[in-house]
Every structure is written in C-alpha cells, then in structure tokens.
C-alpha cells in the first residue's frame, strides 16, 4: 500500500477505496474514480514496475482471503477477516511504522507530497503535476512541492546561465550587424 499510494500519488480515502476494477496491470495504471477524490475528478494514474512485483505479490495473497471481486486491499486480522481495510486502519498502520522509524511527522498524506515533489525535481511541469494530483488549482499543487534551498539555487543557477547565453548571443548579433 505504500509504494502504491507514493508511485500514484494517492490521497488516504483514494488508496483505501481501490477496487479491483480499478487496476490495469498490462499498462501498469490504475483509476481513481471520481466519488473517492476530493475534487470528484476522475483520472488515471500509472504506478512503477518494483510496485507492480509487490502488487503481483500482494494479489496472490488477497486471493488467499477472498476470490471476490470488489475493495483491492483487505484485512488479514483475525477480528476482521477480508474486510476492506479502512481509512482508520490505514491511517493506524502508518502511524505505527513512523513511530517505529523514529519519524513522528510522516503520515499518510506525506506519500502523496513525496510524489509531487519528486515529480518536481525530475522536471515535470507544473501543469502535468497538478492533472496527475488531480488539481483544479496549480496554486494547489505548489503547496506540495517542497523544494530545498540547495536545489532552487542550482536551477536559478541553470536558468540564469541560459539567460546570460542568450544576452552573449544578442550582444554579438548587435555588434555583427553594427560592423556591417
């Protein structure tokens, strides 16, 4: 679940609400239908292929608990038996491995801001970045894209040599002309 909620961007409520359905492993995507994002926009989301091995893996065990059709992730605890799990649930789970890791502040919306913003460094634009989120508002996305000073430094450095290349090029343009 948590390489699925990172690779695909996911909100709590959009993982836990997965169907089976909703999964295309021949093109590695998967649906987030509209009743479970906030923004009741529908979209397709790809997801990486180490997470389509533990996906594989994974459905070979909820095959174990149930060969139904229906909620993609479900309980294996003996009081709730193949019960889909629940946002409570899930929010528990993840609680519990960031106390364990010693990382109090993770939670399971830190996945998603993760994704934006390694989306972000890889050079995504904004815009590709707020329909993957499933944004209206690129205001939005640029609430989660969390850049560090280091790395907005060396792209103003990167953009500034571009602008400095293209001033050079004028310049000499101007002077060729001027000595004609």
Request: proline content about 3%; hydrophobic content about 45%; aromatic content about 6%.
């Amino acid at each position: 679940m948590l390489a699925l909620a990172y690779d695909a961007g996911l909100r709590r409520e959009e993982l836990c609400c997965l169907r089976t359905d909703d999964l295309d492993p021949a093109h590695r995507t998967l649906r987030v239908r509209a009743e479970t994002t906030k923004g009741r926009r529908e979209r397709i989301v790809p997801y990486s292929a180490a997470t389509g091995v533990l996906l594989r893996d994974y459905l070979g065990e909820r095959r174990q608990l149930s060969a139904a059709r229906g909620p993609l992730f479900l309980s294996t605890s003996h009081r709730n038996r193949a019960a889909p799990i629940t946002l409570w649930t899930w929010s528990k789970v993840v609680r519990a491995l960031a106390l364990r890791a010693n990382v109090p502040r993770f939670s399971t919306h830190t996945l998603r801001h993760l994704c934006l913003t390694d989306l972000a460094r890889t050079g995504w634009e904004l815009h590709a970045i707020a329909t993957f989120a499933g944004h209206r508002s690129l205001a939005t996305t640029l609430q989660y894209i969390h850049l560090s000073g280091r790395e907005l430094a060396a792209k103003l450095a990167r953009g500034m040599a571009e602008v400095h290349a293209w001033r050079v090029a004028q310049i000499a343009e101007l002077l060729a002309q001027g000595s004609h």
